[in-house]
C-alpha cells in the first residue's frame, strides 16, 4: 500500500490480474477509448491488437480448443524466461501461481486442476471481449520494452473506466495459430 495519495498511484494500486468476469459487453465505443489512450503511450507503439469480441471471440476459442486439448504447443519463436531462471526470478513467478491455485482451492498436488485452470488462458478466462497483442518479428529487442508500455497504457486506460484485466502471455505457445487472426480484427 502506498502512502501517496494520487489518482495514478491509486489505480496502480487497484489493479490486478483479474480471472473471473461478468458478462457485460464493453461497447464499442468504450473499447476505442481505451485503444487510444493505449496509443498514447511515451513510446513507439509497436504493437498489433487484436480485438475479439463474440462471435469472432468464441470462433478464435473453439479453433484453437483442438490444439490445446491435444497439449501441442508450438515452438515458441522468442525466450519468456531466462534458462536458466535464477532463483529469485522462479519465486517472483511461483508466489503468484502458488496464490492463485489456493485461492481457488486447487491443491499443490492437484495437476488435473491445474492443468484445467491453466487451460483457461486460452479461452481467455471467459471474457466478453478479448486482445491478442502482437509485435512483428522484424522490431528490434527494444521494442518489447515499448510494447510492454502500451499493455500497461491499456491496462491502467480498461481500469480507469473500471474494466478489469489480465495479461496472458499463454498464447504464445500457439503463436502460429494466432498469426491467422484476420486483418480485420486488428486495431
Known amino acids: 500500500m502506498t502512502s501517496i495519495d494520487h489518482p495514478l498511484f491509486s489505480l496502480l494500486e487497484s489493479r490486478h490480474s483479474c480471472r473471473k468476469y461478468l458478462d457485460e459487453r464493453i461497447p464499442r465505443a468504450t473499447m476505442e477509448e481505451i485503444l487510444t ?28 480448443a483442438p490444439h490445446v486439448a491435444a497439449e501441442r504447443p508450438e515452438q515458441n519463436e522468442y525466450g519468456y524466461l531466462p534458462k536458466p531462471m535464477p532463483p529469485f526470478l522462479k519465486d517472483r513467478q511461483r508466489a503468484p501461481g502458488y496464490a492463485l491455485y489456493n485461492s481457488l482451492g486447487i491443491a499443490r498436488r492437484d495437476i488435473a486442476g491445474r492443468r484445467a485452470q491453466f487451460a483457461s488462458n486460452y479461452r481467455f478466462f471467459d471474457v466478453p471481449v478479448g486482445i491478442i497483442v502482437s509485435i512483428r518479428r522484424d522490431m528490434g529487442a527494444g ?31 500457439y503463436g502460429r495459430f494466432v498469426h491467422r487472426l484476420p486483418e480485420a480484427s486488428r486495431r
Open 37 to 64: 489512450a493505449t496509443r498514447k503511450a511515451p513510446i513507439c507503439n509497436p504493437g498489433i491488437f487484436f480485438v475479439l469480441s463474440d462471435p469472432a471471440l468464441q470462433a478464435f476459442c473453439d479453433e484453437l
Open 143 to 173: 521494442c518489447y520494452m515499448d510494447l510492454g508500455m502500451s499493455i500497461l497504457a491499456l491496462m491502467l486506460a480498461a481500469k480507469s473506466l473500471d474494466y478489469a484485466s489480465c495479461g496472458i502471455g499463454a498464447f504464445a505457445n
